[in-house]
C-alpha cells in the first residue's frame, strides 16, 4: 500500500516553456502532498506544502508564481514550472500523506521523481 | 524547527550490522522519527518510523532513548543493496501544524564486498 506515482519521469523542454508534473496517491486518499526539489548531490529541499482544495504554501524563497501548484482532488497535486530557465534543472520529488496532515505522526510516502532538463 | 544531525558518510562491510545515530534535540513532544532511505534519482522509500523506545520491522529496528533526544537506525547484515543515503527526520517543531519535513544532509552508506 501507499504507492505514490510521478509523470512523467523524465523531460526535456527549452527555455522559456512551461512543464507540468503530476503526482497521484494510487491507493490512499491524499489530503496533504509535498513539492520537493533535489539538486545533485544535495539534499532534498522543501518547496511547497499542498492541502486537497487550498492554496499550497511556499517556503521562503520559492516563487509561487513561478511554481504553479495544484491540489484539486485528493488523489492527484500538479507542479507547474512557468517559463522555465536552465537553473531550474533538477529533480523534483513530491509526498504525500493520508491523514489530515497533523505533524510529527504522518508518514509521508515519496513519488519516484521527475527529473526536469530545461535546454 | 526540529533540525537532525547525522553522520555524513559511513563505510560497511557486507554481512555487518550498521548502525546509524541521528540527534534531534529540538524534538517536539507530538513528533515522530522517521528514516528513510534513497537511491540515486529516485524518491525516498520509507523504512521505519517510531516516538519511544524500540520498533523493529522486517528491515531495521529504530532505537529511542527516554529523552528522545537523538535516535539510532540499525540494519542487520546489510548487503551491497543497501548502499544509499539514508535521512532521519522529525515533525515540523515550530508553530506550524502542517506535518512537515525538513531534511538534513543525510547519511551516505557505502557498502563494500
Known amino acids: 500500500g501507499a504507492v505514490v506515482s510521478q509523470h512523467p519521469s523524465w523531460v526535456i523542454c527549452k527555455s522559456g516553456t512551461s512543464v507540468k508534473i503530476e503526482c497521484r496517491s494510487l491507493?490512499?486518499?491524499?489530503?496533504?502532498m509535498f513539492w520537493y526539489r533535489q539538486f545533485p548531490k544535495q539534499s532534498l529541499m522543501l518547496m511547497a506544502t499542498?492541502?486537497?482544495?487550498?492554496?499550497?504554501?511556499?517556503e521562503q524563497g520559492v516563487e509561487k508564481d513561478k511554481f504553479l501548484i495544484n491540489h484539486a482532488s485528493l488523489t492527484l497535486s500538479t507542479l507547474t514550472v512557468t517559463s522555465a530557465h536552465p537553473e531550474d534543472s533538477s529533480f523534483y520529488i513530491c509526498s504525500a500523506t493520508g491523514t489530515s496532515g497533523r505533524r510529527g505522526t504522518d508518514t509521508q510516502y515519496f513519488g519516484p521523481g521527475t527529473r526536469l532538463t530545461v535546454l | 524547527l526540529a533540525k537532525t544531525t547525522q553522520p555524513i558518510s559511513m563505510d560497511s562491510y557486507e554481512g555487518q550490522e550498521v548502525n546509524i545515530t541521528c540527534s534531534h534535540n529540538?524534538?517536539?513532544?507530538?513528533?515522530?522519527i522517521t528514516w528513510y532511505q534513497q537511491f540515486p534519482s529516485q524518491g525516498p522509500r520509507f523504512i521505519i518510523q517510531?516516538?519511544?523506545t524500540k520498533v523493529t520491522n522486517e528491515v531495521a529496528s529504530l532505537f529511542i532513548p527516554a529523552d528522545r533526544k537523538s535516535s539510532t537506525l540499525s540494519l542487520p547484515r546489510v548487503s551491497l543493496s543497501d548502499t544509499a543515503v539514508y535521512y532521519c527526520l522529525v515533525g515540523d517543531g515550530g508553530s506550524s501544524n502542517t506535518g512537515k519535513l525538513i531534511f538534513g544532509q543525510g547519511t551516505t552508506l557505502q557498502v563494500k564486498p
Open positions: 499542498s492541502n486537497e482544495g487550498s492554496k499550497a504554501t511556499y
Open positions: 491507493d490512499f486518499q491524499a489530503t496533504t
Open positions: 529540538n524534538i517536539a513532544t507530538n513528533d515522530y
Open positions: 517510531g516516538y519511544k
